[in-house]
């Protein structure tokens, strides 16, 4: 419509559907941040995945081809138990989030007004606080001096403070699932807030039972968002390292810890870019297997864009 | 996670009109059955947000608490722990320099972002290479995001402190956010002002700062003060890539483990403070945004 109009047709540049390009040249527009990314972002990855071949000694690291830090990753017994007992502790993670949120972001979905402003912005506060202030929290509460010992104490329930409340498996999923829930509780409510009313309510119409209706309409259209949870509980758990540390003790620490002992203490950066590598192959593993039902950038979305 | 903040802006709005027709068409019956479960949810509600706000509750109560011991008895009030923070030249530095690396990463960051998120509003090959690209920094575990960048800096020979590794980490970190923040602001913009600018003749740098730019400026501001609060935050990147320079959780992150020093608690308070201050302003102009913007 507007090309009718226009007298200078060999100035602008039209486009089949009658609008017009966007300014600027995509080429300059992305250079600066595609830079930045390759040089900061890809780079260093690719430095790390040559590190992991190379040997460390005492004299420092040298370049080198060998698959010996992969060997030593997947044959001793402390690194593979560890690998395990990490992905153990953040898969329980996440089925714990998806049955602590789900509900919680059930009733977000259906309130309405200035209640369901509140509410949820209330989900949002705590995500705009530091998780090493929301890991660190527990300890006066699980502490010797913590809140729970003071309690039982003060209503004689014990005499002495009980120590078992921290440094210990518990005390590390506790953190996790306090740290990471709302990770799992913001996409799925945002994947039900976009389920239309009219289905529950032709449902209903037709005289589906509440329960029925919740099963066979909500549950199943809020899957994208409890995916998208899922993979950002789990990805952030078998990541962690603030959470056990803090809390964990020698019994709860995670492959986050091992990777961090390597470079923090033991200076062994070649096998500690290994077991880097490991991580991430199993982090890029679980993403390709879930991008059959979601791409990795609604991930981060919420699965809001879908 | 920031960006789905406005996911709830959109939400906020009373989309649903018709929503009491359809209760008071839907029978009696499954009303108070309904009543039931919703009773439930709202016990169950109750309980997690106790869970979440608690804690949290607690250590501002611990924070005014008279006690070499974080932790409790509570034994009696005082703002010593604060005039402690606000007194150590190592916390003031260390807040100093997050609030500098925070503003220099989130600008940078944002306008990497807006350049990109412009870029994208054209179709070009690799599209979705780029878009992969931009992602690899949240992929990425948070601890080999760290890690990485040592060893990459570690043997380029370039020493680590506040104004080189620890604000390359940052930026890494902030701008696939940056990102998917603004593309949206920039995808939901109506073409058609630039378009007669265009037709007026207005060559592309004016529409840009003229036209393009006003309208989407409350979504850049936006962009930029959740960028920092992610920055100011940011912990299990900086952590290996600080040298001796700190950032405030890395300050904190050493009076952990350390000591359990009793400042600790009015620390925290004074850093939740300002990030939740900087995110609640981020949050207004997003809400502003969203209405300017229409997506």
């Known amino acids: 419509m507007t090309t009718t109009f226009h007298n200078n047709p060999g100035k602008r540049k039209s486009l089949p559907d009658g609008g017009v390009k966007p300014i600027g040249r995509p080429f300059w527009l992305l250079s600066p941040g595609v830079i930045w990314l390759l040089l900061f972002g890809l780079a260093p990855l690719a430095f790390m995945l040559m590190m992991s071949f190379w040997t460390s000694t005492i004299f420092g690291t040298k370049p080198d081809f060998s698959f010996d830090n992969y060997a030593r990753v997947i044959v001793t017994d402390l690194y593979r138990d560890q690998l395990f007992k990490t992905l153990r502790i953040a898969f329980m993670t996440t089925v714990l989030t998806v049955f602590i949120s789900y509900p919680v972001a ?4 259906r309130l309405k007004g200035m209640q369901k402003a509140l509410f949820v912005l209330m989900v949002f506060l705590p995500f705009w606080t530091s998780y090493v202030i929301r890991a660190f929290v527990w300890l006066p509460i699980l502490g010797r001096n913590g809140a729970i010992n003071n309690m039982l104490q003060a209503l004689g329930v014990i005499d002495t403070p009980i120590d078992w409340l921290l440094y210990n498996e518990g005390a590390v999923f506790l953190g996790l699932v306090y740290v990471y829930t709302l990770f799992m509780t913001l996409p799925i409510y945002l994947s039900l807030e976009k389920i239309d009313p009219a289905l529950i309510e032709a449902a209903t119409d037709l005289g589906a039972k509440p329960g029925s209706i919740f099963r066979r309409i909500v549950l199943p259209l809020s899957w994208p968002g ?11 758990s078998i990541s962690a390292f603030v959470t056990p540390q803090l809390l964990g003790g020698a019994s709860g620490i995670m492959y986050g810890n091992v990777i961090a002992s390597q470079f923090l203490a033991n200076n062994n950066w070649a096998f500690g870019s290994a077991l880097s590598i490991t991580l991430i192959a199993i982090v890029l593993v679980l993403l390709l297997i879930s991008s059959r039902w979601i791409g990795v950038q609604h991930v981060f979305t919420g699965g809001r864009n879908r | 996670m920031y960006l789905l903040g406005e996911g709830i802006v959109k939400n906020m709005a009373p989309k649903n009109v018709n929503h ?16 039931g479960y919703k009773t439930a949810l709202w016990i169950y509600a109750g309980a997690f947000y106790t869970f979440l706000y608690g804690p949290l509750l607690m250590i501002v109560l611990l924070s005014f608490n008279d006690s070499e011991i974080v932790g409790f008895p509570f034994r009696g009030f005082t703002v010593r722990w604060y005039e402690v923070v606000f007194s150590s030249p190592e916390l003031l530095d260390s807040l100093l320099n997050s609030l500098g690396v925070g503003f220099l990463s989130a600008t940078i960051a944002t306008i990497l972002a807006l350049c990109l998120a412009m870029g994208f509003r054209h179709d070009f090959r690799g599209k979705s290479i780029v878009l992969y690209l931009i992602l690899v920094p949240i992929i990425i575990p948070g601890i080999i995001g760290g890690i990485v960048l040592l060893i990459f800096f570690g043997f380029s020979g370039v020493r680590s402190s506040l104004w080189t590794t620890v604000l390359v980490a940052h930026v890494n970190w902030v701008l696939p956010f940056a990102f998917l923040t603004l593309f949206p602001r920039l995808h939901g913009f109506d073409r058609a002002l630039e378009e007669a600018a265009m037709d007026l003749g207005a060559k592309p740098f004016q529409i840009f700062f003229r036209v393009v730019f006003p309208i989407i400026r409350p979504g850049i501001i936006a962009t930029a003060l959740f960028s920092f609060s992610l920055s100011f935050d940011e912990f299990i990147r900086t952590i290996f890539v600080t040298g001796y320079d700190r950032t405030i959780p890395v300050q904190f992150w050493g009076l952990i483990v350390d000591e359990l020093a009793p400042q600790l608690p009015a620390m925290a308070v004074l850093i939740i403070v300002i990030s939740i201050f900087s995110s609640a302003v981020g949050f207004v102009f997003m809400h502003r945004a969203s209405r300017s913007t229409k997506t």
């Open chain 1, 226 to 236: 409890v995916l998208s949870g899922c993979i950002m509980v789990f990805l952030l």
């Open chain 2, 20 to 35: 009491k027709k359809h209760l008071s068409r839907s029978s009696l019956k499954t009303k108070t059955q309904y009543r």
């Open chain 1, 106 to 109: 059930y009733l977000l979905s």
